[in-house]
């Protein structure tokens, strides 16, 4: 089956001050159509600007796609001229940004906002997108939503504008969504129900789902795939439970044991990931990670290792000791 979404060696900079930020750094990775992918990683580790490389909201400059391919439904999207990319944008493609307050006009009112969008991209008049708005806040699960419409985006909870910012990704009914850490300051209780609406959207409307987050636990049961990057590249990729039950690559080890389990005794500690993540304009040819890794040898400080599979076809892991490490997450 063809996927969806295919990235190919993708490469996005920045120019900076301090020199050029390689942010994106010869990525590739796939969504097929109605799967869920996760990515996953620290700040800083180039998730975000990989969204918005995706839907080329990079700001030029700064920043440049200097790399690379994006293809989408069959189409090359860092090719398409700018009308092409903005029907793209909104339509086939919904985005749910990082944090709603920011992201929502706080001078537009909710309803406002969700329909220009449907009369951008689906041609609606004012009634019947209006009409298609109270439905979209119904489905995200709004109470009141004819009186929703009519408030600001500060007369909202967290939790609600989230919501709101769901409607508007899926009001074009797209074949993609894109969440960027789509549960960003919101306490526990409120996660797991945005979270949860969010697959249960997905998977009745068929739309695929790229979520975006830095924490493993939060993805832990609802993505089929998961990207672990770091410094701008993927570090490892395989299915959800290869990852999690037979971590191959110490960075993404480090990332599972600094999440709290409940199987793990009360008075038990933490184990923080050690370190800092690196300084993108003066990183060496060694691998990226091997300042802060346990199991660094002496070929970490010679090349940075490629993503390749060291025991499972479907399971890549960027890592010389790749096959050690599986055999002992395995017994752990």
Not at 137 to 151: C, E, F, P, T
Not at 249 to 259: F, G, I
Request: charged share 20%; glycine share 8%; net charge neutral.
């Amino acid at each position: 089956m063809q996927p969806l979404l295919a990235i190919r060696d993708l490469q996005t900079e920045f120019r900076t001050g301090a020199g050029v930020v390689r942010a994106v750094d010869g990525v590739s990775w796939d969504v097929g159509p109605g799967e869920t992918v996760a990515i996953v990683g620290e700040s800083g580790s180039g998730k975000s600007v990989t969204a918005l490389s995706v839907l080329r909201l990079i700001a030029e400059p700064p920043g440049q796609i200097t790399g690379g391919e994006i293809w989408f439904d069959g189409q090359n999207l860092l090719q398409l001229p700018p009308e092409a990319m903005r029907e793209v944008r909104g339509g086939a493609i919904g985005m749910v940004f990082q944090e709603p307050m920011t992201s929502l006009n706080p001078v537009l009112t909710i309803g406002r906002q969700i329909t220009e969008t449907l009369e951008q991209h689906r041609g609606l008049d004012r009634a019947a997108a209006y009409q298609r708005a109270v439905e979209l806040l119904v489905m995200v699960g709004i109470a009141d939503a004819a009186r929703r419409l009519k408030q600001y985006p500060h007369q909202l909870s967290g939790g609600m504008r989230q919501r709101v910012m769901i409607a508007i990704a899926l009001a074009c009914e797209p074949k993609l969504i894109i969440a960027d850490e789509p549960t960003t300051a919101l306490d526990v209780t409120i996660q797991a129900q945005i979270l949860e609406l969010m697959k249960a959207l997905t998977r009745r409307l068929g739309v695929a789902l790229v979520i975006i987050t830095h924490n493993l636990g939060v993805v832990a049961r609802y993505a089929n795939r998961v990207n672990v990057m770091y410094a701008g590249r993927i570090v490892e990729s395989g299915p959800a439970a290869d990852i999690y039950h037979r971590p191959q690559h110490p960075y993404t080890m480090a990332l599972l044991r600094s999440v709290p389990r409940l199987d793990r005794p009360r008075q038990a500690r933490l184990d923080p990931v050690e370190g800092q993540p690196p300084d993108l304009t003066r990183l060496d040819g060694g691998c990226a990670f091997r300042p802060r890794c346990r199991f660094a040898i002496e070929p970490c400080l010679a090349a940075r290792p490629r993503l390749l599979a060291a025991v499972d076809p479907g399971h890549l892991a960027a890592c010389f000791r790749a096959e050690d490490l599986a055999v002992a997450g395995a017994a752990a």
